[in-house]
């Protein structure tokens, strides 16, 4: 079964496929088309080339105009006789409905994939425990079943075959009822693990819990390995994390909970928001969050209101404490303009001590910027966090506040 939810893309080249918009000019066009190369690359997909198109809407039929796909077409089959197999793949940069998938498909006759279907993809691939693996594969079956007049599949093996089949039965049909099958066990399994993790949660005790939230590859649990002198798995890759972890942290004499979530993206599938729920729960149960970003990313502004809509979809009327920690000072570069440049400052023109005094100003201690892989600024960060933390905490549990008064008394003293 993991055979036909698998791409099996690895090494193949690739064409991204994006449109110019109303609402979204060749700048933002090109970035997100970087963000999907960086997808496709952590798929194992070599994007060689990026086709652009200026439309008001997507074609209902053919997601580009004609005559961009045919330009397409001519590309692929002048790179067909090439030494290292031409171009095997076209990545497109939304969700492409079934009807434009079996248009496109029927035109390039090359695999075609869209967005939501790489990120899927990614996920099967890091997907390492079974609960992930659960939720991954509920995804995939929730985004193919109203794809499958596309798909080539005999599903119908794994009931059996012979006698499964009800009279005057189409092959499509079987698909469809042996998918939604496998969608209600997937279903009930994920309710057996949220039971689980319910228990697992009252197993914890009164402890503050604190989640990592933030975009996908903003060094978030790189920042929790710091913190919780751990090993958790940490790669410069999109969705490195894809299970929730938690682990156990002391600062000074303040015990609490830390866990390190799995990153959001633009466009994320609704499938997946669906699918994790029990990993996002560990986002609905947090006392406080830890909004990670990566200040070197050109867009990191806009990468703050991606994460921010999520949190607001999956808590919608919660309005939790939250700490902004801008990663990645090391990495922040910017362009200083010319005295005789006349043209309007961009983004890449702005320094970072100029950033700090901007809206970011005004959030006064609710925000820090570090380094976590040079460790700038990290004992700052630990300090703010047994701040924010300790106040939870006495809340909480007012008649510690005398505890927690005594002991610093103490240490100021010593």
Same mark, same amino acid.
């Given at each position: 079964m993991k055979d036909f939810i698998h791409t099996q893309m690895a090494s193949e080249r690739a064409i991204l496929v994006g449109l110019i918009t109303a609402n979204q000019n060749e700048a933002k066009t090109n970035e997100y088309l970087d963000e999907l190369a960086f997808l496709a690359e952590t798929a194992g997909a070599q994007p060689e080339r990026r086709f652009l198109q200026r439309l008001d809407y997507p074609n209902t039929r053919t997601y580009v105009g004609t005559g961009k796909?045919?330009?397409?077409?001519?590309?692929?089959?002048?790179? $067909?006789?090439?030494?290292?197999?031409?171009v095997g793949l076209v990545i497109f940069d939304d969700e492409l409905s079934p009807k434009q998938l079996q248009n496109i498909e029927r035109e390039l006759q090359v695999k075609i994939l869209d967005r939501t279907t790489l990120i899927l993809d990614i996920f099967a691939l890091r997907a390492q425990t079974a609960n992930a693996k659960t939720q991954v594969e509920l995804a995939q079956y929730q985004y193919l079943l109203p794809r499958l007049t596309r798909l080539w599949t005999h599903l119908e093996r794994q009931r059996g075959g012979?006698?499964?089949?009800?009279?005057?039965?189409?092959?499509?049909?079987?698909?469809?009822?042996?998918?939604?099958?496998?969608?209600?066990?997937?279903?009930?399994?994920?309710?057996?693990?949220?039971?689980?993790?319910?228990?697992?949660?009252?197993?914890?005790?009164?402890?503050?819990?604190? $989640?990592?939230?933030?975009?996908?590859?903003?060094?978030?649990s790189t920042l929790m390995n710091l913190l919780s002198k751990s090993e958790v798995f940490a790669e410069n890759k999109l969705f490195a994390t894809l299970d929730t972890t938690v682990r156990k942290v002391i600062i000074d004499n303040l015990p609490f909970l830390l866990s390190d979530t799995v990153g959001f993206i633009r466009k994320l599938p609704t499938h997946l928001v669906d699918s994790f729920k029990s990993t996002l729960d560990e986002v609905r149960e947090a006392d406080m969050l830890v909004h990670v970003v990566d200040i070197s990313h050109p867009a990191f502004e806009e990468q703050i209101e991606v994460v921010n809509r999520t949190l607001h979809d999956i808590c919608p009327n919660e309005d939790k404490p939250m700490i902004i920690v801008f990663n990645k000072i090391d990495a922040f570069t910017y362009v200083e303009k010319a005295a005789d440049d006349l043209t309007p400052r961009t983004r890449e023109n702005i320094s970072l001590d100029e950033l700090r005094e901007t809206w970011m100003a005004k959030m006064n201690e609710n925000c820090i910027f570090i380094s976590a892989t040079e460790r700038d600024n990290i004992e700052e960060l630990k300090a703010m966090l047994y701040q924010r933390v300790k106040e939870i905490h006495t809340q909480r549990f007012p008649y510690n506040d005398f505890l927690f008064q005594h002991y610093e008394d103490i240490t100021d003293e010593q």
């Amino acid at each position: 079964m993991k055979d036909f939810i698998h791409t099996q893309m690895a090494s193949e080249r690739a064409i991204l496929v994006g449109l110019i918009t109303a609402n979204q000019n060749e700048a933002k066009t090109n970035e997100y088309l970087d963000e999907l190369a960086f997808l496709a690359e952590t798929a194992g997909a070599q994007p060689e080339r990026r086709f652009l198109q200026r439309l008001d809407y997507p074609n209902t039929r053919t997601y580009v105009g004609t005559g961009k796909l045919q330009e397409i077409k001519e590309y692929i089959e002048m790179r $067909a006789d090439d030494e290292d197999g031409g171009v095997g793949l076209v990545i497109f940069d939304d969700e492409l409905s079934p009807k434009q998938l079996q248009n496109i498909e029927r035109e390039l006759q090359v695999k075609i994939l869209d967005r939501t279907t790489l990120i899927l993809d990614i996920f099967a691939l890091r997907a390492q425990t079974a609960n992930a693996k659960t939720q991954v594969e509920l995804a995939q079956y929730q985004y193919l079943l109203p794809r499958l007049t596309r798909l080539w599949t005999h599903l119908e093996r794994q009931r059996g075959g012979i006698g499964m089949r009800g009279p005057g039965e189409t092959q499509i049909e079987t698909d469809r009822r042996i998918i939604l099958d496998r969608i209600s066990r997937l279903k009930e399994e994920l309710r057996s693990i949220d039971r689980q993790k319910v228990i697992q949660r009252k197993n914890r005790g009164k402890m503050v819990r604190v $989640a990592l939230v933030g975009y996908t590859n903003v060094g978030k649990s790189t920042l929790m390995n710091l913190l919780s002198k751990s090993e958790v798995f940490a790669e410069n890759k999109l969705f490195a994390t894809l299970d929730t972890t938690v682990r156990k942290v002391i600062i000074d004499n303040l015990p609490f909970l830390l866990s390190d979530t799995v990153g959001f993206i633009r466009k994320l599938p609704t499938h997946l928001v669906d699918s994790f729920k029990s990993t996002l729960d560990e986002v609905r149960e947090a006392d406080m969050l830890v909004h990670v970003v990566d200040i070197s990313h050109p867009a990191f502004e806009e990468q703050i209101e991606v994460v921010n809509r999520t949190l607001h979809d999956i808590c919608p009327n919660e309005d939790k404490p939250m700490i902004i920690v801008f990663n990645k000072i090391d990495a922040f570069t910017y362009v200083e303009k010319a005295a005789d440049d006349l043209t309007p400052r961009t983004r890449e023109n702005i320094s970072l001590d100029e950033l700090r005094e901007t809206w970011m100003a005004k959030m006064n201690e609710n925000c820090i910027f570090i380094s976590a892989t040079e460790r700038d600024n990290i004992e700052e960060l630990k300090a703010m966090l047994y701040q924010r933390v300790k106040e939870i905490h006495t809340q909480r549990f007012p008649y510690n506040d005398f505890l927690f008064q005594h002991y610093e008394d103490i240490t100021d003293e010593q």
